[in-house]
């Protein structure tokens, strides 16, 4: 199941790109052989100013046809680390052969777009910036393919 995350604004070098990387390549190893992955990252960037909307349009054209798609919203379900391994394998179980993880830009999700998702996770109560949401979701994908894989990575 290849794995997207589409995102809105532009991310450029710096620590978040660096942690964002390292770990998207560890997923990519260890999620192979359980047909997880690759992961890659879609950024779109509204510049004509039309808000969620506007964003909503640019996500929706990232999103592969017929993904799942599970939105990153502060309304959205908090689960532990191994629930959303499980989350992932269920997906991939059901025949998915694409998953769309989507973060809005910083007025959130547009409202249509949250009610068309398949799942809305949120990392907490607290809001946090969205370049390290995008960490944040990166480190806990390669989190999940170790928790499947029974890896080391996790501990309880």
């Known amino acids: 199941m290849k794995v997207q995350i589409c995102a809105v604004g532009r991310l450029r070098a710096g620590p978040?790109?660096?942690?964002?990387?390292?770990?998207?390549?560890?997923?990519?190893?260890?999620?192979?052989?359980?047909?997880?992955?690759?992961?890659?990252?879609?950024?779109?960037?509204?510049?004509?100013?039309?808000?969620?909307?506007?964003?909503?349009?640019?996500?929706?054209?990232?999103?592969?046809?017929?993904?799942?798609?599970?939105?990153?919203?502060?309304?959205?379900?908090?689960?532990?680390?191994?629930?959303?391994?499980r989350r992932l394998e269920a997906w991939r179980d059901a025949g998915r052969s694409d998953l769309?993880?989507?973060i809005g830009g910083a007025d959130g999700i547009d409202p249509a777009l949250r009610a068309d998702a398949d799942h809305a996770l949120s990392f907490g109560a607290m809001v946090w910036p969205h370049m390290l949401v995008r960490v944040m979701l990166a480190e806990q994908l390669y989190r999940a393919a170790s928790i499947l894989s029974g890896g080391p990575y996790h501990r309880v």
């Not at 909307?53 to 959205?76: F, N, Q, T």
């Open 16 to 85: 978040e790109k660096a942690l964002i990387d390292d770990y998207l390549i560890r997923f990519d190893r260890t999620g192979r052989a359980l047909s997880l992955g690759p992961a890659v990252v879609s950024e779109v960037d509204d510049r004509k100013g039309g808000g969620m909307a506007g964003e909503a349009v640019l996500l929706r054209r990232a999103i592969p046809a017929g993904a799942a798609v599970c939105i990153l919203d502060e309304r959205g379900t908090v689960e532990g680390s191994p629930a959303f391994a």
């Open 100 to 102: 769309a993880f989507v």
